[in-house]
C-alpha cells in the first residue's frame, strides 16, 4: 500500500543519499534527495514537504540545525528528523527543545521506517505542539 509524505532528505555524502532515498521510494514515499544546506533550501522554497531528514554535518558554513530553520520559517509545522553520527550535548538540547527526533549513523532502518511513519501518522498532533 503506498504512502503518502513528501520527504526532502539532505545528506552531503551522495551514497547516503541514494541508500535513503531508494529505501524510501520502496515503502511509497516521495522523496527529494538534496547534498547541500543551498539544495535544501531551493527545495523547501519550492516543493510542499511534510518531512525533512536532514544530516547534521553537511558544509563548514552551514549545518543540519541551518537547514531545519530555514525549513520551519517558511512552514513553522515542519516535521523533521535530525540524522548525526554524534551529537554534542547541546546539539541534543537544540533538537529536544523543537521536538526534533535524532537518529544515529549508522542509522537503523527499522528505526527510520518507524520514525517516519510515526511523525506522519500524527503529523497533526505533533504540528500543533511544534506550533506553539
Given at each position: ?11 552531503d ?70 540524522l ?49
Amino acid at each position: 500500500m503506498p504512502k503518502s509524505g513528501n520527504i526532502l532528505v539532505v545528506d552531503d555524502e551522495p551514497s547516503v543519499l541514494v541508500t535513503y532515498r531508494l529505501i524510501l521510494e520502496q515503502q511509497g514515499y516521495n522523496v527529494t534527495a538534496a547534498l547541500s544546506a543551498a539544495e535544501a533550501r531551493e527545495v523547501l522554497s519550492t516543493k510542499k514537504i511534510e518531512l525533512l531528514l536532514c544530516d547534521l554535518s553537511l558544509e563548514k558554513q552551514e549545518s543540519g540545525f541551518d537547514v531545519i530553520e530555514f525549513g520551519r520559517k517558511l512552514s513553522p509545522k515542519l516535521l523533521s528528523v535530525l540524522l548525526t553520527g554524534y551529537a554534542t550535548q547541546d546539539a541534543a538540547e537544540w533538537a529536544e527543545k523543537r521536538g526534533i527526533p535524532i537518529l544515529f549513523k549508522p542509522i537503523d532502518i527499522k528505526q527510520l521506517l518507524e520514525t517516519i511513519e510515526y511523525l506522519l501518522r500524527n503529523r497533526h498532533e505533533i504540528g500543533q505542539a511544534i506550533g506553539d
